[in-house]
T-cell receptor
Framework: DVKVTQSSRYLVKRTGEKVFLECVQDMDHENMFWYRQDPGLGLRLIYFSYDVKMKEKGDIPEGYSVSREKKERFSLILESASTNQTSMYLC??????????FGPGTRLTVT | QKEVEQNSGPLSVPEGAIASLNCTYS??????FFWYRQYSGKSPELIMS????GDKEDGRFTAQLNKASQYVSLLIRDSQPSDSATYLCAVNLKTSYDKVIFGPGTSLSVIP
């Protein structure tokens, strides 16, 4: 079974704080993704990575950055958290043929 | 036109009935199609993938693909209350960079 873990299930941060969300997978998948999910807006792709040290912007990268120093770990960074970044953040890894497997998600609240 | 469209629902069906969930997509060259189930407060879970025209069955679930009509559906037979969830359709699109686009989801409620 594919196992994708995320560092926190719930997180509360203050405006302006730097926030790190970590995602770890144990299946040696090349491709990893960060999404955010908001009511009425669905799943939106923030960043993705097809290899170590490689990153590509998704549809809504503004205000975010990522790091992938090891194959199994993909981190999402909010450089200066803002209230409009309150959301559910989902990490996914991709097996061949575009099948994506999601972690449990981190519900981030920025106050 | 949105890239992947679904009826938002909610779709309500009685227990034991067939639930039919529909999805249309805009990219004619899409090759890979997926259905995810998402319970409230949880992350999406892959339940079906389909790559060829026709039907693919897995237990109570049947995915149907018609590439000419750019249409993919999910049938759930003998619906159970535990099937109550939001179902996301996902399609591999090649119009921009090669990626998977998720539809907005259809909320399904199975009434005991």
């Amino acid at each position: 079974d594919v196992k994708v873990t995320q560092s926190s299930r719930y997180l509360v941060k203050r405006t302006g704080e730097k926030v790190f969300l970590e995602c770890v997978q144990d299946m040696d998948h090349e491709n990893m993704f960060w999404y955010r999910q908001d009511p009425g807006l669905g799943l939106r792709l923030i960043y993705f990575s097809y290899d170590v040290k490689m990153k590509e912007k998704g549809d809504i990268p503004e205000g975010y950055s990522v790091s992938r120093e090891k194959k199994e770990r993909f981190s999402l960074i909010l450089e200066s958290a803002s209230t409009n970044q309150t959301s559910m953040y989902l990490c996914a890894t991709e097996l061949g043929l575009y099948e994506q497997y999601f972690g449990p998600g981190t519900r981030l609240t920025v106050t | 036109q949105k890239e992947v469209e679904q009826n938002s629902g909610p779709l309500s069906v009685p227990e034991g009935a067939i639930a039919s969930l529909n999805c249309t997509y805009s990219d004619r060259v899409s090759q890979s199609f997926f259905w995810y189930r998402q319970y409230s407060g949880k992350s999406p879970e892959l339940i079906m993938s389909i790559y060829s025209n026709g039907d693919k069955e897995d237990g109570r679930f049947t995915a149907q693909l018609n590439k000419a009509s750019q249409y993919v559906s999910l049938l759930i037979r003998d619906s159970q209350p535990s099937d109550s969830a939001t179902y996301l359709c996902a399609v591999n699109l090649k119009t921009s960079y090669d990626k998977v686009i998720f539809g907005p989801g259809t909320s399904l409620s199975v009434i005991p």
